[in-house]
């Protein structure tokens, strides 16, 4: 049994018992979710369990590493809630397989390792806002339907859901005082379904939310026109779902490896995620990627193994099968109070102490992408600007450092030396070091300390050298690297710059 553990990264120090237990708690986290995701989006019920059987089972046994878990997630199935609107489930099992193929194709060609352009600060307001979105999803259950309305608990049954809510807490913080031989969250679920069913309390159960029997996943061929026009009506979407896919999974991966201190594989990820999603396509999955309210539960309960996500999946499917009767008498309020304990371990509280110890564009950045995570519930979009906007603070930041050395020599010629980067942001401060109209008849530009990076920083060299070249005064570049040089000479089809016959703009073969 260990030799074909040891094949999918199993390690002899495994703790089977703890991978054991962790992964039954995921299974009873995941459940509920799945489920109202599938609702939400117009989806049969069942759809959301398959997809967490499938999803969970695959990137367990192949991901980029142990102890993430991944099911039906609602950031991935938000994006077809539209398509399924519009043209029905048939096109939505073709846009998550081909979401997918698209997620193989990037795993393939190497391009996971982009997640590392994501900053701190970044991933502090990702985190946060992921935390108030889990927080905030757990005040559903507190509601019930009333005429038609949805309308908040009151009376006997707010009180009994707070007061089970409120005891599943307890048990979550105060058990691993006492010991830690098993999983404080499932001792919690567990406790609370018997003081319900034994005593006959009245309160919401997942019975509530749906049905979760049903049988293996069937193979389904999606029945769509094989068109260039079906393609453009799901490609979108499939671009979009593989993308919010691959952010919230290497997010994940990347605050897996922070609280473990081992490394995961991106692209290995990314490939897994791809299969199953693939998978789920032609067996009725709604699709999805790593969840990680789950993930930080099973980390929580101990894992540090794939073990635990291969449990919670057959357990998924062990329940849909056969023990769908016991587990929809689960009362909701132990999973919610579970859950509320993910949301408060997930969010970054050292992110609060440190706001008057960081740049502001840092503290404004934790709080951007926190917000937009939380009122447009879109991750990658959080994501997307936040990276754009350290860029842009990054650049801004650069250009103000590039500056310039003066000298004249025995000879009478000017240096420029120049220090920082070369680039669009830096180009205009660059400009302003020149006195071409008092300076000697001839100068050199040093760039030992500098390098020229992109094509504005090639147009500027080209307007400094003109600007000298119109008064008859001669200009040497001195100490270009090789990446430099053939930027210059690449772009000289580009751009008004002659390397070669311009006499007073010479590529320097001078030395010091």
């Not at 509280?349 to 960081?358: D, E, G, P, T, Y």
């Not at 009122?375 to 500056?403: D, M, Q, T, Y």
Request: glycine letters at 8%; one cysteine or more.
């Amino acid at each position: 049994m260990k030799k074909v553990l040891d094949l999918f990264d199993f390690k002899q120090q495994v703790n089977y018992r703890t991978e054991v237990l962790a992964g039954l708690t995921v299974a009873m986290t995941m459940i509920p979710e799945s489920l109202s995701f599938a609702i939400l989006a117009g989806f049969p019920p069942l759809m959301g369990l398959y997809a967490s059987f499938i999803m969970g089972l695959v990137t367990a046994i192949f991901g980029g590493r142990p102890g993430m878990i991944s099911g039906g997630a609602g950031a991935t199935v938000i994006v077809l809630i539209a398509l399924m609107k519009s043209n029905g489930l048939e096109y939505v099992l073709a846009a998550v397989a081909l979401a997918g193929v698209i997620q193989i194709a990037i795993g393939v060609f190497r391009l996971g390792k982009f997640i590392r352009l994501v900053p701190h600060p970044v991933m502090f307001g990702f985190v946060n806002g992921l935390a108030i979105i889990i927080f905030m999803s757990q005040l559903d259950q507190f509601k019930t339907v009333v005429n038609g309305e949805i309308v908040w608990l009151t009376g006997t049954s707010l009180y009994i859901m707070a007061g089970l809510v409120a005891l599943t807490i307890a048990i979550v913080v105060l058990l691993p005082k006492l010991t830690k031989a098993v999983p404080s969250s499932l001792v919690a679920i567990i406790v609370v379904f018997i003081l319900v069913y034994f005593f006959g309390i009245d309160t919401k159960t997942v019975e509530d939310i749906a049905s979760v029997s049903g049988g293996f996943p069937p193979f389904h061929i999606p029945q769509i026109d094989l068109s260039w026009q079906t393609l453009e009506t799901i490609a979108p979407y499939s671009l979009i779902m593989a993308a919010v896919g691959l952010t919230e999974g290497l997010l994940t991966l990347n605050l897996v490896d922070e609280i473990t201190e081992t490394k995961g594989s991106g692209n290995r990820e990314c490939i897994a995620q791809g299969g199953a999603n693939v998978l789920n396509g032609f067996f009725f999955g709604m699709g999805g990627c790593p969840m990680i309210a789950q993930t930080l539960v099973n980390l929580s309960a101990g894992s540090r193994a794939r073990l635990s996500g291969i449990v919670a999946a057959l357990t998924i499917l062990v329940i849909v099968l056969f023990g769908a009767p016991v587990i929809e008498q689960v009362p909701m309020a132990a999973l919610v109070g579970v859950m509320i304990m993910v949301a408060i371990g997930t969010f970054e509280w050292a992110s609060l102490k440190i706001f008057n110890k960081v740049p502001k564009k840092d503290i404004f950045l934790v709080i951007l992408v926190a917000l937009i995570t939380v009122l447009l519930h879109n991750l990658a979009l959080a994501v997307l600007v936040g990276v754009i906007l350290s860029a842009l603070f990054f650049a801004w930041e650069s250009a103000k450092r590039i500056r310039a050395r003066k000298s004249i020599d025995e000879n009478g010629v000017k240096h420029y030396e120049i220090y920082g980067p070369l680039f669009f942001a830096s180009t205009t401060n660059f400009l302003e070091k020149f006195d071409v109209a008092n300076d000697p008849e001839e100068i050199i530009i040093d760039f030992k300390d500098s390098r020229v990076s992109d094509m504005s920083a090639i147009e500027a060299l080209n307007a400094v050298t003109q600007r000298y070249n119109k008064v008859g005064k001669k200009v040497h570049l001195r100490h270009l690297s090789d990446d430099c040089r053939r930027l210059l000479k690449n772009a000289d089809a580009i751009i008004e710059v002659n390397i070669m016959e311009d006499p007073s703009y010479k590529v320097a073969t001078d030395k010091i």
